[in-house]
C-alpha cells in the first residue's frame, strides 16, 4: 500500500505531463490540476499509513535493481525526515498550479513542466539510493530552470543561468563525495552498493590530506556545500533574489517552498550521518554563518523596493534560522529546523502566491505602485495579514512553535548565539510590517489599484487551506510531531553510535 | 469566559461584516459582557475557600523532554485581572458603540476588540511562560491593527508600526528570560517554577538574576518604561476608547502582572530588583515632567500613563507586588474613565485634540466633567479616592526600601496632582476658546463614565493601607494564597504617618496650584505650562524619540542600505561573478557555457569523477 503510494507520488505527475502533451491545449491546465490533486489525494492515507512509531527504518520501501554491475537500485522509501516534506510537496502543488492559470506562453509545456518538476522532487526526498538521489537532484534543475528561463520576467535567461551555474557547482563537489563513498565502500567490504544506510557504515581515513583536512570532512563539505547553495546560506545565497524576482509565480512558490528544503533535507540525511565528527567540529562555523544570514538578510529585505526581493531575501534570513537549529545538535534545535522548514514553506509560499495575485492584476511588483490596498480589496488585506504574521512568527500560528524551538535549542548550545537569534526575530518583524505598510496601509496613491479585483474562489480556497495549516501546525503541532518522533528522537545517537562501533580503520 | 469574545471577534470580523456600527458594536458588547459574567462565576468559585485554583491544559509542544502545554490556570490573581479585563472591557465595548457611530466599517474594529479581549485573557490565565507569551504578542498584535485602524493615514499606519517593534524588542527580552527560565527550572509552567524556587535555595542565584532581568525587559516593552516607552505616547493615534483600553486599563499593565505572576522568582532577585525600581522610578518622573506641558489633551493622559504605570513598577522593584497590583486596578478604572472623559470632549468638539482650544467645557459636557473631575481626584491621589490609598501603599514599599525612592515618588505624586489639574481646568474651566459647538455624548458613552467614575471614588476602600488598621485590606487578604503579603522590615527614615501626611499635604497644593494658575486660561495664547524654563524641554519630550533615531533608527537604515546597495550586489554577487568568470577565462570555457549546458555539464562531471579518483589515491583509501 505505502509502496505504490510512493511510486504512484514518483511517477503519476509524469504520466500526467505526457498527457497534457498529447491532449488539446484547453484541457492542459485542467488535467495538471486533476493530477496534482489526485496526488494531495494519496498523500491523505500516506499520512495515516505512516507509522510514527518507527525510527530508523525506511517505509514502504520499493526496491528495484537499475544498473545491478554497481549496485545501483531505483530505490524508494519515507522515513521521519522525508515525510514532511513529501506531504509539502503535494500540498503546494496545486496552489503553485493555480498561482499559473493565467499564463497564455505555451500553457501546455508550462504545466508539464511542473508535473515533472514534482515528480522529481518527490523523488528526491524519497530516494534510498545515493545514485538515484543525485539522479533526482540533477534531474530537477531541468524543469526549474525551464520555468525560469521560459515563462520568467525580463532578465530571465541571466537568472536561470546563474541559478544553474550555483546549484551546479554545489553538484560537482557532492559527486566527488559520493563517489569517493562508493569506491570507499567497495574497497573496504567488496561489494557495491549506493544503499544510504550501508553507505553511512563506511569508515573514511583520518589523516589530513588538504589543507588539514580529512577524507571525512571532505567528503562532508562535498554535500554540505552543494546543500548551503541549496539552502542558501548566506554568503552563497546571490542566486535566490534573481531566480525568484524572474521566475513566474508558480515556479516561485515551489522554489521557496520545495526546493530550498533540499538544502536542509539534505544535511539532515547526508552530510551529517556521512560526515558526524567533521560536523561536529565545523557546526560552530556554520551556525555563525547562518547567524550572519538571518541578520544581514532582515537587513537586506527590509530596504527592497520589490516586494518579491523582499520575499526573496526573507527566505536567506528564515532559512539561517533553520540551519541555525540543526547545528545546535540537540533535539529541540532539531524539531524546530524540521517544523520551520514546513512553516517556511507554508508561509513563503503563500507570499509568493499573493505577491503573484497582484503581479497578475497589475504587472507591477514594486511598494511604489502600490499602498491603501486594504481599503480596496478586505479579504486579500485580511490573508496578507494573517501569512505575514505566520511568517514573523507570531504565537498561536505555525512560525513561532518552530521559532521557539530552534531558539529554545540554539539556547542550549550557546546563549550567545541565541541572543544574537532573537534580534532576528525583532528585524523579521521590522520587514514584515514594512511589506504590509507599503501595500495595504497609507492612502491609496495609484488609481489604477481601484480597478483591482479582490480574491475569487481560484485564490481564496488555497490560502484557506494555508491558512487552516498554519493554525492547525501553530495550536497543535503534535499531528506532525508525532510522526516523526522517533526518527528525531534517535538523530543525534544514530551517526554516533555508528562510528563508535565501527572504531579505527585497519 | 474566554470563548465568548473570540466568537464575537469571528463573527464580526470574517461571518458578518455588517457595516452598521450599532449591529456590530453591540454583538460585540454582548460577547464581553458574557465573559464578565463567566469572569464573575469563576470569581465566586476561587474566592470560596482556600481559593483552589481551576485548571485546564491539552498538549501542543511535545518531543523528548520538553512539553509544553496549553495550561490555563484560574486563581485569584487571575481572577482579580479578568474582572478588570471583561469588566473595564465591555464598559469600553459599549461606549464605542457611541463613539464609532459615525465610522462605516466598524466591524474590523469591534473585531479587533473582541480578539484583543480573548487574547488578553489568554495572557492573564496562561499556566506557563509559553502560552503567556501567545497573549503576550497577540495582544501586542491587535494593539497594532486598532492604534493603525485608520490606517489610510501614514502617520497612523506608523504609529501602530513603531508600537509593535518596540514591543518586539522587549519580546526579544521575554524570550530571552524564558529560555534562561527553562535552563534553570526544566519547566515554563508558573506553578512548578514557583513551587520549585520555594522548596530549595540551590538555584544558581546569578542565572535567577539574569533570567529576571530580561524578563522585565520584556515587561518595559509591554509596559512602557524607559527605555522603551516611546511607543505608547504615539499609540494615542488609536481610537480613543483603543487607548482607554489597551494602552490604559489592560495591555499595558500586563508586564505588572508578569513580575506579580513569578513573584517567587523577582523575591529572590535583589539586583534585577535595584534596577527595576530605579528605572520604575526614572520612568515615573519622566514621563510626570514630560505630561506638565503637553497640549494635546490624550498625550498627557499617555505621559500620565506611562507615569502611573513606573510607579508600579517602582513598587515592584520594592517588592511591594499586592500594592502594584492594587494601583493597577485603581488606575484601571481611574485612567479608562479619564480617556473615556477624553474622547467624549474629542467627540464632542468633531476631532479637537489641543487643549488650548477647549475650556469652559464644563457647562455643555456636564456629565463628562463631572465624571472627568472624580478621575482626576482619583489619580491626583486625593482621599478618600481611590487612587490615594493605592498610590500611598506604593510611596509607603518605597519608604520601606529606600528613602530617596520615596523622595522621588513623592515628586511623582506631587506633579500629577499638578498636571491633571492642569488638564481639567484647562478643559473645563474658564471660558472656551475654540470654534465646534460641544453637546454631551449619547447615554452609550455616558453611562460607563459614569459607572468607571463610581468606581473610581469606592475602589480605593477594597485595599486600605495599614496606617488605617481599623479597616482591614480586602485586596491584599483575597490575594494571600497566590502572593504572600509584603512584610514589613527595617526602620524608616520618617514614620510612615508623617510620610502619608506630606504627599497628601503635596498633592493638596499643587492641584489648587494647577487650579488657580490655569483656570483662568483665556485665549489659545495663554501660558499652558508652569515650568517656563523647561518648558521646551518638556514640550519636546526631552528629545528622546530624536535621540533614539540618531542612534539606532538612521545606523540602522545606513546599514541596511549598505548592505542593499553595496554588500549584496557588488562584494558577494560580484566576488562570487568574478571567481565563475576568471574559472571560464582558465578553462576556456566561456564558448562551452553559451553554447550548450549539456556540454559543459558531462565535461565538468568528467572533470568531476577524474579529481575524485585522484583525491581518494592522494588519501590512500584504496
Same mark, same amino acid.
Given at each position: 500500500m505505502m509502496s505504490a503510494i510512493l511510486v504512484s507520488l514518483c511517477v503519476l505527475p509524469i504520466i500526467g505531463a505526457s498527457l497534457i502533451f498529447l491532449g488539446p491545449e484547453k484541457l492542459a491546465r485542467k488535467t495538471a490540476l486533476a493530477v496534482s490533486l489526485l496526488c494531495l489525494a494519496l498523500s491523505i492515507p500516506l499520512y495515516f499509513g505512516f507509522d510514527g512509531t518507527q525510527s530508523q527504518i525506511f517505509q514502504g520501501v520499493v526496491s528495484i535493481p537499475w544498473v545491478p554491475a554497481l549496485g545501483i537500485k531505483f530505490a524508494l522509501g519515507i522515513d521521519g525526515l522525508s515525510f514532511p516534506l513529501v506531504l509539502l510537496t503535494q500540498l503546494m502543488l496545486p496552489i503553485a498550479i493555480l498561482a499559473s492559470w493565467?499564463?497564455?506562453?505555451?500553457?501546455?509545456?508550462?504545466?508539464?513542466?511542473?508535473?515533472?518538476?514534482?515528480?522529481?522532487?518527490?523523488?528526491?526526498?524519497?530516494?534510498?539510493?545515493?545514485?538515484?538521489?543525485?539522479?533526482?537532484?540533477?534531474?530537477?534543475?531541468?524543469?526549474?530552470?525551464?520555468?525560469?528561463?521560459?515563462?520568467?520576467?525580463?532578465?530571465?535567461?541571466?537568472?536561470?543561468?546563474?541559478?544553474?551555474?550555483?546549484?551546479?557547482?554545489?553538484?560537482?563537489?557532492?559527486l566527488l563525495a559520493v563517489v569517493t563513498l562508493f569506491v570507499s565502500y567497495k574497497t573496504q567490504t567488496g561489494v557495491m552498493t549506493a544503499d544510504i544506510s550501508e553507505l553511512t557504515k563506511v569508515v573514511l581515513s583520518k589523516e589530513p590530506i588538504l589543507f588539514g583536512l580529512n577524507i571525512q570532512d571532505l567528503v562532508f563539505w562535498g554535500f554540505t556545500l552543494a546543500f548551503l547553495v541549496k539552502v542558501p546560506l548566506f554568503p552563497l545565497h546571490t542566486w535566490l533574489p534573481d531566480a525568484h524576482v524572474q521566475a513566474p509565480t508558480g515556479g516561485s512558490i515551489l522554489l521557496a517552498a520545495v526546493l530550498l528544503k533540499m538544502g536542509t533535507y539534505g544535511l539532515l540525511r547526508f552530510s551529517i550521518p556521512f560526515g558526524s565528527e567533521s560536523f561536529s567540529r565545523f557546526a560552530p562555523l556554520i551556525a555563525v554563518l547562518s547567524l550572519v544570514g538571518i541578520l544581514y538578510g532582515a537587513f537586506v529585505a527590509f530596504q527592497q523596493q520589490d516586494m518579491k526581493k523582499l520575499v526573496a531575501y526573507s527566505s536567506v534570513s528564515h532559512l539561517g534560522l533553520v540551519v541555525l537549529g540543526i547545528c545546535t545538535q540537540n533535539l529541540e534545535g532539531l524539531t524546530g529546523s524540521v517544523i520551520q522548514n514546513i512553516n517556511h514553506g507554508l508561509s513563503t509560499g503563500a507570499l509568493f502566491f499573493m505577491v503573484g495575485f497582484l503581479y497578475d492584476q497589475r504587472h507591477s511588483r514594486l511598494f511604489s505602485d502600490y499602498g491603501g490596498l486594504a481599503a480596496l480589496i478586505p479579504w486579500y488585506s485580511f490573508f496578507l495579514v494573517l501569512v505575514a504574521c505566520s511568517s514573523m512568527a507570531v504565537p498561536g500560528l505555525n512560525g513561532f512553535v518552530g521559532e521557539m524551538l530552534i531558539l529554545l535549542g540554539t539556547f542550549e548550545a550557546n546563549p550567545w548565539w541565541a541572543g544574537i537569534g532573537v534580534l532576528g526575530v525583532v528585524f523579521g518583524a521590522l520587514y514584515t510590517l514594512t511589506l504590509l505598510k507599503k501595500t495595504l496601509f497609507g492612502p491609496v496613491t495609484a488609481n489604477e489599484n481601484r480597478s483591482l479585483k479582490d480574491l475569487s474562489w481560484r485564490e481564496t480556497v488555497p490560502l484557506i487551506i494555508l491558512a487552516l495549516f498554519m493554525l492547525w501546525i501553530g495550536l497543535a503541532p503534535g499531528f506532525l510531531i508525532n510522526k516523526m518522533k522517533p526518527t528525531l528522537e534517535n538523530y543525534w545517537k544514530k551517526p554516533q553510535s555508528a562510528y563508535a562501533m565501527s572504531g579505527n580503520p585497519k | 469566559m474566554m470563548v465568548a469574545p473570540l466568537l464575537g471577534s469571528i463573527a464580526n470580523g470574517l461571518v458578518l461584516r455588517s457595516s452598521e456600527a450599532k449591529r456590530a458594536g453591540t454583538l460585540a458588547t454582548v460577547a464581553v459582557f458574557v465573559s464578565f459574567f463567566?469572569?464573575?462565576?469563576?470569581?465566586?468559585?476561587?474566592?470560596?475557600?482556600?481559593?483552589?485554583?481551576?485548571?485546564? $491544559?491539552?498538549?501542543? !509542544? %511535545?518531543?523528548? *523532554?520538553?512539553?509544553?502545554?496549553?495550561? /490555563?490556570?484560574?486563581?485569584?490573581?487571575? @481572577?482579580?485581572?479578568?474582572?478588570?479585563i471583561t469588566g473595564v472591557g465591555s464598559l469600553i465595548h459599549l461606549y464605542s458603540i457611541g463613539y464609532m457611530s459615525h465610522e462605516k466599517g466598524s466591524y474590523r474594529y469591534f473585531a479587533y476588540l473582541n480578539l484583543f479581549v480573548f487574547l488578553m485573557l489568554v495572557l492573564v490565565s496562561a499556566g506557563n511562560l509559553a502560552a503567556l507569551f501567545v497573549g503576550w504578542e497577540g495582544v501586542g498584535l491587535c494593539s497594532y491593527l486598532l492604534i493603525g485602524y485608520w490606517f489610510e493615514d501614514p502617520e497612523k499606519a506608523k504609529a501602530g508600526m513603531k508600537a509593535f517593534l518596540v514591543n518586539r524588542i522587549g519580546d526579544a527580552g521575554f524570550l530571552m528570560g524564558m529560555f534562561f527560565c527553562y535552563q534553570l527550572f526544566g519547566?515554563?509552567?508558573?506553578?512548578?517554577?514557583?513551587?520549585?524556587?520555594?522548596?530549595? $535555595?540551590?538555584?544558581? !542565584? %546569578?542565572?535567577? *538574576?539574569?533570567?529576571?532581568?530580561?524578563? /522585565?525587559?520584556?515587561?518595559?516593552?509591554? @509596559?512602557?518604561?524607559?527605555?522603551?516607552?516611546?511607543?505608547?505616547?504615539?499609540?494615542?493615534?488609536?481610537?480613543?476608547?483603543?487607548?482607554?483600553?489597551?494602552?490604559?486599563?489592560?495591555?499595558?499593565?500586563?508586564?505588572?502582572?508578569?513580575?506579580?505572576?513569578?513573584?517567587?522568582?523577582?523575591?529572590?532577585?535583589?539586583d534585577t530588583n535595584t534596577v527595576i525600581a530605579f528605572t520604575g522610578l526614572g520612568t515615573a518622573l519622566l514621563a510626570a515632567f514630560i505630561a506638565t506641558s503637553q497640549r494635546d489633551i490624550k498625550k498627557v493622559l499617555a505621559y500620565s500613563t506611562v507615569s502611573q504605570l513606573g510607579l508600579m513598577v517602582l513598587a515592584l522593584g520594592c517588592r511591594a507586588y499586592v500594592a502594584a497590583l492594587f494601583h493597577l486596578v485603581t488606575h484601571a478604572f481611574f485612567k479608562a474613565l479619564l480617556f473615556l472623559g477624553s474622547g467624549s470632549v474629542i467627540h464632542a468638539l468633531e476631532g479637537e485634540q489641543d487643549i488650548s482650544k477647549m475650556g469652559g467645557l464644563r457647562k455643555s459636557l456636564p456629565v463628562t466633567s463631572l465624571t472627568f473631575l472624580a478621575g482626576t481626584v482619583a489619580i491626583a491621589g486625593i482621599p478618600p479616592l481611590a487612587g490615594f490609598f493605592s498610590k500611598d501603599t506604593i510611596l509607603h514599599a518605597a519608604l520601606v526600601a529606600d528613602f530617596r525612592l520615596w523622595i522621588g515618588g513623592a515628586v511623582v505624586a506631587t506633579l500629577t496632582a499638578f498636571y491633571m489639574f492642569r488638564l481639567y481646568s484647562l478643559t473645563f474651566l474658564g471660558t472656551y476658546r475654540g470654534k465646534a459647538?460641544?453637546?454631551?455624548?449619547?447615554?452609550?458613552?455616558?453611562?460607563?463614565?459614569?459607572?468607571?467614575?463610581?468606581?473610581?471614588?469606592?475602589?480605593?476602600?477594597?485595599?486600605?493601607?495599614?496606617?488605617?488598621?481599623?479597616?482591614?485590606?480586602?485586596?491584599?487578604?483575597?490575594?494571600?494564597?497566590?502572593?504572600?503579603?509584603?512584610?514589613?522590615?527595617?526602620?524608616?527614615?520618617?514614620?510612615?504617618?508623617?510620610?502619608?501626611?506630606?504627599?497628601?499635604?503635596?498633592?493638596?497644593?499643587?492641584?489648587?496650584?494647577?487650579?488657580?494658575?490655569?483656570?483662568?486660561?483665556?485665549?489659545?495664547?495663554?501660558?499652558?505650562?508652569?515650568?517656563?524654563?523647561?518648558?521646551?524641554?518638556?514640550?519636546?519630550?526631552?528629545?528622546?524619540?530624536?535621540?533614539?533615531?540618531?542612534?539606532?533608527?538612521?545606523?540602522?537604515?545606513?546599514?541596511?542600505?549598505?548592505?542593499?546597495?553595496?554588500?549584496?550586489?557588488?562584494?558577494?554577487?560580484?566576488?562570487?561573478?568574478?571567481?565563475?568568470?576568471?574559472?571560464?577565462?582558465?578553462?576556456?570555457?566561456?564558448?562551452?557555457?553559451?553554447?550548450?549546458?549539456?556540454?559543459?555539464?558531462?565535461?565538468?562531471?568528467?572533470?568531476?569523477?577524474?579529481?575524485?579518483?585522484?583525491?581518494?589515491?592522494?588519501?590512500?583509501?584504496?
Open positions: 493565467h499564463e497564455e506562453r505555451n500553457p501546455k509545456a508550462f504545466m508539464a513542466c511542473f508535473l515533472v518538476l514534482s515528480s522529481f522532487m518527490t523523488g528526491t526526498f524519497l530516494a534510498t539510493d545515493l545514485f538515484l538521489f543525485y539522479v533526482f537532484w540533477e534531474a530537477m534543475l531541468i524543469p526549474m530552470i525551464l520555468l525560469i528561463g521560459v515563462w520568467g520576467s525580463q532578465e530571465r535567461i541571466y537568472a536561470a543561468l546563474k541559478f544553474f551555474l550555483f546549484t551546479f557547482a554545489g553538484s560537482l563537489l557532492m | 463567566c469572569a464573575l462565576i469563576l470569581f465566586s468559585q476561587v474566592a470560596s475557600g482556600a481559593g483552589e485554583p481551576i485548571e485546564m $491544559s491539552w498538549p501542543w !509542544i %511535545q518531543i523528548g *523532554n520538553l512539553n509544553i502545554e496549553w495550561g /490555563f490556570r484560574f486563581d485569584r490573581l487571575t @481572577s482579580v485581572m479578568s474582572l478588570v519547566t515554563l509552567d508558573f506553578q512548578k517554577i514557583n513551587a520549585a524556587i520555594d522548596a530549595q $535555595s540551590g538555584f544558581n !542565584i %546569578q542565572l535567577m *538574576n539574569i533570567a529576571a532581568f530580561f524578563l /522585565f525587559v520584556g515587561a518595559t516593552g509591554k @509596559s512602557a518604561q524607559v527605555p522603551l516607552y516611546v511607543w505608547l505616547p504615539d499609540a494615542m493615534a488609536g481610537p480613543t476608547p483603543v487607548s482607554a483600553l489597551i494602552h490604559a486599563a489592560t495591555m499595558v499593565t500586563s508586564g505588572i502582572y508578569l513580575i506579580a505572576r513569578l513573584e517567587p522568582l523577582f523575591v529572590m532577585t535583589t459647538h460641544p453637546h454631551e455624548s449619547p447615554w452609550v458613552m455616558t453611562l460607563p463614565l459614569v459607572i468607571l467614575a463610581v468606581a473610581s471614588v469606592f475602589a480605593g476602600f477594597l485595599g486600605v493601607p495599614h496606617e488605617f488598621h481599623w479597616i482591614p485590606n480586602f485586596f491584599e487578604e483575597y490575594l494571600k494564597p497566590v502572593i504572600p503579603p509584603y512584610e514589613f522590615e527595617g526602620t524608616l527614615a520618617i514614620s510612615s504617618h508623617q510620610a502619608m501626611l506630606i504627599t497628601t499635604g503635596l498633592a493638596f497644593l499643587s492641584s489648587a496650584l494647577a487650579l488657580v494658575i490655569f483656570s483662568r486660561a483665556k485665549s489659545t495664547e495663554t501660558k499652558i505650562s508652569l515650568f517656563r524654563p523647561f518648558q521646551m524641554v518638556f514640550e519636546n519630550r526631552f528629545w528622546v524619540d530624536e535621540l533614539y533615531g540618531a542612534l539606532f533608527v538612521r545606523p540602522f537604515q545606513a546599514i541596511s542600505k549598505f548592505f542593499a546597495a553595496i554588500v549584496d550586489p557588488k562584494v558577494i554577487d560580484g566576488g562570487i561573478l568574478l571567481m565563475s568568470r576568471a574559472a571560464k577565462r582558465l578553462g576556456g570555457v566561456v564558448v562551452l557555457v553559451q553554447t550548450g549546458n549539456v556540454q559543459w555539464y558531462l565535461f565538468l562531471m568528467m572533470i568531476g569523477v577524474v579529481g575524485g579518483l585522484f583525491l581518494l589515491l592522494r588519501g590512500r583509501v584504496i
